[in-house]
């Protein structure tokens, strides 16, 4: 069998990334040949001897706009060209103009612009009117790709509804969530002096700072209610955030650690996860976070959440009520035994989604697509030689 898979990157510390790197890996271990039509490939993956990599190189080209399109133009005139060679040809979203049999949708662009939240409803300048030119032609080239292709896979069911509302035809969706790396994250103890984290209870935040979506805010006004230390991961340069801590007065009491590499070790030395984010498609974090058995306090509407369930996660209705997440926190922190209850249960819906598990939904998708009987893979990586090729610029 032959199948090629398009994505800008197939690489670790990319969400996008990691999907199709697992997906391309647990081909490769079948024994599959896989192409792999791409700008950035992880050196495990030509490791294989059936693998090889189409290289699309846009990273002259200014804005990720005209990136994107460059990619598209390249990669489609490429797969037009070769089509012929491949059993099954799976893209994620609009990544190029060709057709592709299955496409993948980690983010509808069609749900995000009506969002009141949008950058163009934040900020009314030239960077927000740039997403929003971005948001409108990702909507339209998205919708373009999902009817072409034979099977849309959404990656949790708010994006499945997100898909359908916007036009695509519901009997062509399917729901594969994300998975997650169940031994880089996972309960283990950590002094938090080893990672100079003051003593005490810690709860622990994770995400984009630059944009309200994450919903950092709530948090902090939640944190003049609850007797902890708050940790912030994100970029925290030219954000609001130190400075409304500041004014709600629980600046001494957050540290903002900016950009980590060591969020499996934070995890691990947190009490408690905080995730009330007002839009979110499927959160990786809240994986990364269940698999580290850290109980986690999450809004309802954050896509993920219905994977994990109730019995693994504390559940807001409202983002946007910090008196409720506050009495979340509180109740959670003073009761040792709910909180080994949340960790014991947060892990074992994490270990039922790992990366594995999930690569081989999608190789048993390919195996329905192409009337194919393909028994369930349980071995793992194996070593091979590799080859690769490369597009002109």
């Not at 709600?248 to 009330?276: E, K, Y």
């Amino acid at each position: 069998m032959h199948i090629a898979l398009v994505t800008h990157r197939f690489v670790r510390g990319d969400g996008q990334g990691r999907v199709n790197l697992e997906i391309a890996q647990a081909a490769l271990r079948r024994g599959w040949r896989v192409t792999l039509i791409s700008s950035e490939v992880a050196p495990e993956l030509l490791a294989y001897g059936n693998a090889a990599w189409v290289r699309v190189d846009a990273a002259a080209w200014p804005t990720e706009l005209i990136r994107n399109q460059v990619f598209a133009i390249r990669a489609g005139a490429w797969l037009r060209r070769h089509r012929s060679e491949f059993d099954l040809v799976h893209g994620n979203g609009f990544v190029s103009w060709a057709v592709t049999d299955v496409s993948s949708s980690h983010f509808v662009h069609s749900a995000w612009v009506r969002s009141p939240l949008h950058t163009w409803r934040v900020r009314r300048d030239l960077y927000g009117a740039y997403q929003l030119l971005y948001s409108h032609l990702g909507e339209v080239l998205e919708l373009w790709a999902y009817r072409r292709s034979r099977v849309v896979v959404a990656v949790s069911e708010q994006v499945r509804r997100e898909l359908i509302a916007s036009g695509v035809p519901g009997d062509r969706v399917r729901v594969i969530p994300n998975g997650v790396d169940i031994e880089e994250f996972k309960p283990d103890a950590l002094s938090a002096a080893d990672l100079g984290l003051p003593t005490g209870r810690r709860v622990l935040f994770v995400g984009d700072l630059k944009t309200s979506r994450k919903n950092l805010d709530t948090v902090l006004r939640a944190m003049a209610h609850v007797d902890a230390t708050l940790l912030v991961v994100g970029d925290a340069c030219g954000s609001h955030y130190p400075r409304l801590a500041g004014e709600l007065g629980v600046l001494s009491r957050t540290r903002f650690l900016g950009f980590r590499r060591d969020i499996p070790a934070l995890m691990r030395a947190a009490d408690l996860f905080v995730f009330p984010s007002r839009y979110e498609p499927s959160g990786l974090v809240l994986f990364e976070a269940a698999a580290s058995g850290l109980p986690i306090i999450a809004s309802r509407s954050a896509g993920g959440t219905e994977v994990l369930g109730a019995e693994a996660c504390v559940l807001i209705d409202d983002p946007e009520d910090d008196v409720a997440l506050a009495r979340s926190m509180r109740t959670l922190l003073e009761s040792p035994l709910e909180l080994q209850r949340l960790r014991l249960a947060a892990r074992r819906a994490a270990v039922a989604h790992s990366w594995h598990a999930m690569a081989e939904r999608y190789v048993q998708l390919y195996c329905e697509l192409l009337s194919s009987d393909c028994p369930l893979d349980n071995r793992g990586p194996q070593e091979h030689g590799g080859l690769g090729s490369e597009l002109p610029k």
